[in-house]
Structure formats: structure tokens, C-alpha cells
């Protein structure tokens, strides 16, 4: 069992930067790709980034060259630093931590890119 908890979410303006954390407790994160995922209202949620066990990441292209995904086995913790932050980013952010057999998700933080 795997526990998420992000934080880092709120209102930013247009060019704006956060850096949104995601805390596990229970297992450790190492044996898990971990994933961001993003949602707005009355549409699906779809994946921003991940990063798999071995360091290699991946991006939506929306958000190539102005989102880094990151983690931090040790501190089983995983992160999302957003650059250039457009009002089109605006939307529910989760973790996700997934292998051949698992899912877990956390509660969602909101960030809201207006000025």
C-alpha cells in the first residue's frame, strides 16, 4: 500500500512558477513508475509526465521545455516543477504511483494560472 499526499498548488499568474511535491507513506516509491496527471472539469484525466523506476522521464507535449518531472526515492517523495505557466495549465493536479499490478492515486492539488 502506497499513500499520496500532494501539495504545492495554488494561484499563480500567467508566466508564473510552482513546484507541486508529492509525498508517499506505506511502500516506498522506488519500485513504482510514478506519474502526474492533470484534470479540469467535464473533461478526462490525462497524463502530464512521468518517470519511470530507472530516472527516465516523458511529457505531454503541452508542457515539453517548461515542465521537469522528478523523484526522490529517498525522501519518497516525487516532484513537478512548472515554468511558464499558462492559464491553460489551470486544472487539479495528481500522483500517481503504478506498476504491473498497482495503481495508487492521491487527493489532487489545484492550481489556478490567472492574472
Known amino acids: 500500500q502506497v499513500q499520496l499526499v500532494e501539495s504545492g498548488g495554488g494561484l499563480v499568474q500567467p508566466g508564473g512558477s510552482l513546484r507541486l511535491s508529492c509525498a508517499a507513506a506505506g511502500t516506498g516509491i522506488s519500485p513504482y513508475t510514478m506519474n502526474w496527471y492533470r484534470q479540469v472539469p467535464g473533461k478526462e484525466r490525462e497524463l502530464v509526465a512521468d518517470?519511470?523506476?530507472?530516472?527516465?522521464?516523458s511529457y505531454e507535449d503541452s508542457v515539453k521545455g517548461r515542465f521537469t518531472i522528478s523523484r526522490d526515492n529517498a525522501m519518497n517523495t516525487l516532484f513537478l516543477e512548472m515554468t511558464n505557466l499558462k492559464p491553460e495549465d489551470t486544472a487539479v493536479y495528481y500522483c500517481?504511483?503504478?506498476?504491473?499490478?498497482?495503481?495508487?492515486w492521491g487527493q489532487g492539488t489545484q492550481v489556478i494560472v490567472s492574472s
Open positions: 500517481q504511483a503504478s506498476n504491473w499490478r498497482e495503481i495508487y
Open positions: 518517470i519511470d523506476t530507472h530516472g527516465t522521464a
